[in-house]
Nanobody
Framework: QLQLVESGGGLVQPGGSLRLSCAAS????????IGWFRQAPGKEREGVSC????????NYADSVKGRFTISRDNAKNMMYLQMNSLKPEDTAVYYC????????????????????WGQGTQVTVSS
């Protein structure tokens, strides 16, 4: 099974930036769509962004469009979430997740059943 480890979280002031990283091991990433999800205290987990296995397609939640950018480097087995113009409402534990889609390389969907998950990294936006 794909194993994922997130890093890069922390405390940042409103308007600041963070770059989350997700390191993959166990399988090659070539056939995996990757998603970033987050869960704030007392709230349900929500999809933030996803990227197709070939990197050609990206989707974003409306709440982060124009502020967050997802990317991946399959050669390094790494995925990233660049977060700019952070707001207090972005405070949450962020998770990266993968789902194997061998025959769907150019599309991603946050509603897919992602079955490989990292342990999460805390992002706190506060002054």
């Amino acid at each position: 099974q794909l194993q994922l480890v997130e890093s890069g979280g922390g405390l940042v002031q409103p308007g600041g930036s963070l770059r989350l990283s997700c390191a993959a091991s166990g399988f090659t990433l070539d056939y995996y769509a990757i998603g970033w999800f987050r869960q704030a205290p007392g709230k349900e987990r929500e999809g933030v962004s996803c990227i197709s296995s070939n990197g050609g397609s990206r989707n974003y939640a409306d709440s982060v469009k124009g502020r967050f950018t997802i990317s991946r480097d399959n050669a390094k087995n790494m995925m990233y979430l660049q977060m700019n113009s952070l707001k207090p409402e972005d405070t949450a534990v962020y998770y990266c997740a993968g789902v194997r889609k061998r025959f769907i390389s150019n599309r991603c969907d946050l509603t897919w059943q992602y079955d490989s998950w990292g342990q999460g990294t805390q992002v706190t936006v506060s002054s």
